[in-house]
């Protein structure tokens, strides 16, 4: 008698899965966009693992619920964690996760076409205008990128006169002699001081090919002159603890210029934890701009929920308006980029971070050659 | 004791064994796995040695090896050897004893990375230390204190934090030595010297070395207070192990594993050999 229970449950459960398969794979690439929006409000919700100003993003979805009627939950964690969490259910039918954010190059660190949904370019109605390769990484499509930030010089100006500030390698050596200990920047726990180290280095190194992440050994041997670059200025600056650190210590006085990141800035100066007065520009020898990308994991339960809101959030309206709020470069080409702290004219100067695994290298190696060594 | 009573005691520790040996042996057998090439979360699953390879060749790795060593050592001694006198002194209950006993315990109601902020706090450029030395004219201009290339600043966090367990694990020992034993050594002669190496010294030795080996192995595997006070020219293993994944793309996991598996051997032979020094240090001062 069980045995026949369970063959009938086998009979019965064995073409559900089959029919619930093909429902997804229809649903998720056959679908035309209007299609696609009537699944996303049936579904009716999103979790956005994202992992910095959640309060504030909380606010700033409000306008895709109102428009869409689809609930936004995000929750409190970093990157790191979100990552692990993402990694840890990789194996489960239908994971936590409906979209996550992800560091630009983080995506080199795991098969994203097996973790992620997608590629998610040919889904969205203005996939082909997004940008996929940033921060040196291209992810094929998978992660369109939401958020831009440019790395650049940021001083206090109650300490140093705009006239003072260094824009050349020679000017930064002589800035060096004259204010031993007044430039700060990190290596660890953030992007900005890897940006200023990259920027020293392509600055004296040039016959690199910076584009290619291919690493070698023979390649990096040839970045030995701007570690001897960085030696021989040892005493003319200071190596903080992370990107806050940086900025906290600018901010209380201590240095007059540090390496920072233009939407980390004004994200503090409109939540009035720093000065408004603290500035940013880019020297002419260049810093590095790049981003966050957004992803949907394979195993999302609201997928269509998920592409609907990833649409929204890299739409040109919405760029425009995070450009206004959280001072970051706009993601989409349609969309308003004049608003920032840093000079427009200034904007010339960004350049595109070298392409990984090369340019984690770079900062491998100043850690190896200068700081460890 | 019967064989059957023996049987017994052992199923009764089963409840409480089963866990932490099924917990440590994954968490074990996992570190283990995945540096030799297994649970590879961006290449093929098999056996290698090459992120062992890769590790083992690092400066790098050596140096955090030894600065992790070193600051575990120096803050498992230091707490101890401050944790000692005053357990000693304590071990006599007088009028407000109870007061001190507990002042001395607070460390351990504040988190770690709390205390490292504060501490980062009172010592950075503008912090209260600074304005303090320079208002008092003892410097002309603020010190940079905050991440000290010699990583006093970690030290200090290690023994403001872990003094505590060793004041606790040793006040207990010293107060279990009974009064006639202390009293007969006087009468034969002894001198208070003589009685702390005779006597008190090695009557409390187990505690000393459990204390020793507790405290080696929470600051060998520091991340929090190296992250915010610690040197920036050095990393501690914690902290290398952390960086090698982040930073290694593909193989990042599976190098930073063997970081991990690292790191707990140094907390198991660095602990052992402590613990081993001790005793026979203690043995020494008793001759």
Known sequence: MLKKVALLMLATALPMAIFNTKAEAKDLSQMNWEEIVAQAKAEGRVNWFHWYFQDRFREQVKDFEAEYGIKVTIPDGDGKANMDKMLAERSRAEGDIDAISLGGAALQTFKSDELLYGPLKPLLPEGTKLRYAIEGVDNKGYAPAFWGNQTGIAYNPARVSADELPHTLDEFVAFMKKNPGELGFNVENGGSGPAFIESVTRAIVKDIDYTQGASSPEKLAKLAPAWAWFKESRDGYIITASNADSVTRLNDGEFKIIAAWEDQIAGLQRKGEISKDIKLYIPSFGFPGGGNVIGIPANAKHKAAALVFINWLTSAKTQAKFAKTFGIAPQHPDADSSVGLIPAADRKFSTAWSAKPFGDEIKKAFTGQVLQN | MTNNQTLKAYLLLLPGLLPIIAFMSLVVGMAVSQSIGFFNFSGADQFSIQSWREILSQDQFWRAFLY?????????????????????????????????????KAPILVHGLVAAFLFVNFISFQGFLNVALVNLGFTAS???????????????LQVWKNMPFAFLIIVGSVRAIGDDILDAARGLGAGWLARLRRIILPLTLRSLQAALVLIFIVAAGDYSFQAVAGPTSVNSLAQ?????????????????????????????????????????????MRR
């Open chain 2, 240 to 284: 290398f192990m952390v960086r090698t994944q982040a930073d290694n793309g593909a193989n990042g996991w599976n190098e930073a594993a063997v970081v991990a598996v690292m790191l707990m051997g140094l907390s198991l032979f660095g602990s052992l050999i402590v613990a081993g020094l001790t005793q026979l240090a203690v043995r020494r």
């Open chain 2, 68 to 104: 992790s060593a070193r600051t575990a050592t120096l803050s498992a001694i230091l707490s101890v050897l401050l944790a000692y006198p005053i357990a000693l002194w304590l071990r006599r209950p007088f009028p407000g004893s109870d007061l001190i006993s507990a002042m001395i």
């Open chain 2, 142 to 156: 603020p010190m940079r204190m905050q991440n000290d290339t010699y990583a006093i600043g970690v030290v200090i």
